[in-house]
């Protein structure tokens, strides 16, 4: 008797035992399991915020996420400026770089204007990257080619004065309102079988070219600061400082001098965004040689047009 007795509280004891040790070991699982979350929910909200700050300065996409007539750029010498173009389809874009002299006697090997610009010389993905017409700054390359292994960012356009205000960094967006694609893919691939004339880093530069595909603005007045966002921070911020100075001697906290400089820096991009300006115009591609005076235009639009299709479906 007494050892069934022990038998049986022996047995009822490695019971209490097993379900002991499977309960542990469910609690244990569990703990796992939301401490495994709880890090993959860090993870997940430090990429948000750190997507929502680089917000502020660009807007960083993918590749899939990208459309024909999209203005997008890249940055170029560790983030020191950025290379626009349009994006036209068929993984090619049509950007605008200092035009190339082909009569010029001052180029020292074949692939140096290349070199210099950031253009491929040869590409193995598509025959017809890097085509341009004689003496044309306007160039037709591919998406890899024009990223140069940097990263892609979409340029962003009817934003509000308040979302144009908080980008640090010019060059990111406009309160101006795009076209249609076909009409800006269109004003593109004319631009490549025409040109657009001198390449000017602050008045004629390749996002003045992307603004002029986008809106069909043209500013009225050359004589200052073009479309671009990027020109208007470089004169901005010098302007803004030396405005500014100024209060140094009536403001003894250097908090609130750099604050007054920093208002004054982001308004004088504002003032200058083709959005807000009243000395644009909007012009027609086919008369925007004969507006700027680099000649007559529009004489072989029609043959213009079959070639550039031909060039995005290649």
């Known amino acids: 008797m007494d050892q069934t007795r022990l038998l049986f509280y022996s047995g009822k004891r490695d019971t209490q035992a097993s379900s002991s040790d499977a309960l542990v070991s469910f609690i244990i699982n569990n703990l796992t399991c939301k401490v495994a979350s709880f ?152 631009l490549l079988q025409n040109g657009f004339g001198n390449y000017d880093v602050f008045q004629n530069n390749c996002e003045d070219f992307a603004l002029y595909c986008k809106t069909g603005l043209l500013i009225v007045e050359r004589s200052g600061v073009g479309r671009s966002g990027q020109a208007s921070s470089v004169v901005g911020a010098p302007l803004a400082a030396l405005l500014s100075s100024p209060l140094k001697l009536l403001m003894p906290c250097p908090i609130g001098v750099a604050t007054v400089t920093a208002g004054m820096y982001c308004m004088s991009r504002y003032a200058t965004d083709i959005g807000v300006r009243s000395d644009v115009i909007k012009v027609a591609v086919e008369e925007l040689a004969v507006n700027l005076g680099w000649g007559e235009g529009g004489e072989e639009e029609e043959e213009d047009n079959g070639v550039s299709d031909e060039l995005i479906a290649r």
């Open 39 to 190: 890090q993959g929910r860090g993870e997940r909200e430090r990429e948000r915020e750190e997507d929502r700050e680089m917000g502020l300065l660009s807007n960083r996409v993918e590749r899939n996420e990208i459309k024909a007539g999209d203005h997008i750029y890249t940055y170029r010498a560790v983030f020191a400026y950025s290379h626009h173009g349009i994006f036209v389809g068929g993984s090619k874009v049509v950007h605008f770089t200092p035009r190339h002299d082909a009569n010029s006697s001052t180029e020292t090997s074949p692939n140096s204007y290349e070199e210099k610009y950031d253009l491929p010389s040869s590409c193995p993905t598509f025959p017809d990257c890097g085509f341009r017409q004689p003496n044309s700054g306007v160039v037709l390359t591919c998406l890899d080619c024009f990223l140069r292994n940097g990263s892609l960012y979409s340029f962003e356009y009817g934003v509000t004065p308040s979302v144009f205000l908080a980008k640090v960094r010019g060059g990111t967006c406009t309160t101006a309102m795009p076209d249609s694609p076909e009409t800006v893919i269109h004003r593109a691939m004319y």
